[in-house]
């Protein structure tokens, strides 16, 4: 794989994570303000941000496991530190829903 080629798929990692992480910030906004519902269908556009993220992943490791050389370049890694970042922060986005959810069921 040539350095363009890894540089697009790092930047589509970082596009697809980039828009999850502000639509869970969204969905924070929408937890406060205790429409969980919408905070629910946010995280959900989130995963399906991060899914999208994660095919572009995919396809990296499957080339890679097929045999091709694949040079790291100091922004992929940047990709994937955003992207694990991005993922652990949905995680706790839904922890924090069903925290939110339980508080003002009392």
Do not use: C, P, W
Request: net charge negative; glycine share 2%; aromatic share 6%.
């Amino acid at each position: 794989m040539g350095s363009e080629a890894l540089q697009v798929t790092a930047f589509e990692i970082i596009l697809h994570s980039g828009d999850a992480r502000a639509v869970i910030h969204q969905a924070f906004a929408a937890m406060r303000e205790q429409a969980f519902a919408t905070a629910e269908e946010q995280l959900i556009e989130a995963n399906e941000k991060i899914l999208q993220a994660h095919k572009s992943q995919t396809q990296l490791l499957k080339e890679y496991a097929n045999g091709t050389k694949i040079e790291m370049e100091i922004i992929m890694v940047h990709a994937q530190d955003h992207l694990m970042t991005t993922m652990t922060l949905l995680e706790v986005a839904q922890e924090m829903k069903f925290l939110y959810q339980h508080r003002y069921a009392e």
